[in-house]
């Protein structure tokens, strides 16, 4: 029985440990929100918001940034970006969208 009990201890500092980690290092960051533009770019105006906060530049020429990391799908996004409609669909397609946004930016 001192086993299982010193298990169960075992496993409860573990638990808070990693909780108080994940704690430690938690922040608030100064990330100014973006309304996304149409009801299927919620991806791009997420997108918009990491990227700008990182520092990348806007990549439309019209100075709209949710337009740019529409149209870092290529295609025809990339000339037009209101034919573009769509929602940014899996996860890794809209990691491949923002890796783009981030090449073609540098």
Do not use: H
């Not at 496993?11 to 996304?36: D, K, T, Y």
């Not at 990339?78 to 899996?90: E, H, K, V």
């Amino acid at each position: 029985m001192n086993g299982l009990v010193a298990n169960i201890f075992k496993l409860i500092l573990a638990v808070a440990v990693v909780f108080s980690l994940g704690r430690a290092n938690a922040a608030v960051l100064e990330i100014e929100p973006v309304a996304q533009q149409t009801p299927e770019w919620c991806f791009a105006a997420s997108s918009a918001m990491i990227l700008q906060y990182l520092g990348y530049p806007n990549l439309n020429i019209a100075g709209d940034y949710q337009c740019g990391v529409v149209g870092a799908q290529g295609g025809y996004c990339a000339g037009n970006c209101a034919a573009c409609l769509q929602s940014g669909g899996t996860m890794q397609r809209i990691a491949l969208i923002v890796r783009s946004y981030a090449t073609a930016a540098y």
